[in-house]
């Protein structure tokens, strides 16, 4: 019972782990391109994501809610305005390249 239920969820846990891999490459490109420091790259958005994993545990989530704590966490350096450029539209760009769902994307900038 417990092999067919791990099977059943497989593809999901799938899909998040991708999205995870392709963001963390896009934001340690991002964080190469913009001369982001060891204190706010892909590693830092790596440790920020295993927090909210922890945090997640024990609430219940839709699956789009689980995208937009996912996204927030690995993506929510990308545009401070410490780092220049300060370019939204390139981390929506950088976004959609992981999450195909605009409406999604702005939820996650605008944490709504």
Same mark, same amino acid.
């Given at each position: 019972?417990?092999?067919?239920?791990f099977l059943?969820f497989?593809?999901a846990i799938?899909?998040?782990q991708t999205?995870i891999?392709?963001s963390?490459?896009?934001?340690?490109?991002?964080s190469l391109?913009r #001369?982001?420091?060891?204190?706010?790259?892909h590693?830092?958005?790596q440790?920020?994501?295993?927090?909210?994993k922890e945090?997640?545990?024990?609430?219940?989530?839709?699956?789009a809610?689980?995208?937009?704590?996912?996204l #927030?966490?690995l993506?929510?350096?990308?545009?401070?305005?410490?780092?220049?450029?300060?370019?939204?539209?390139?981390?929506?760009?950088e976004?959609?390249?992981?999450?195909?769902?605009?409406?999604?994307?702005?939820?996650?900038?605008?944490?709504?």
């Amino acid at each position: 019972m417990k092999l067919s239920l791990f099977l059943f969820f497989l593809p999901a846990i799938c899909a998040f782990q991708t999205m995870i891999e392709r963001s963390l490459n896009n934001i340690q490109q991002l964080s190469l391109e913009r #001369g982001i420091d060891n204190s706010h790259n892909h590693k830092h958005s790596q440790e920020v994501l295993y927090y909210a994993k922890e945090l997640m545990k024990d609430v219940s989530l839709t699956t789009a809610q689980k995208k937009m704590i996912i996204l #927030g966490s690995l993506f929510h350096d990308m545009n401070d305005h410490k780092y220049p450029p300060q370019d939204l539209d390139r981390l929506i760009f950088e976004m959609s390249k992981v999450e195909k769902d605009p409406h999604l994307i702005a939820r996650t900038i605008l944490f709504t």
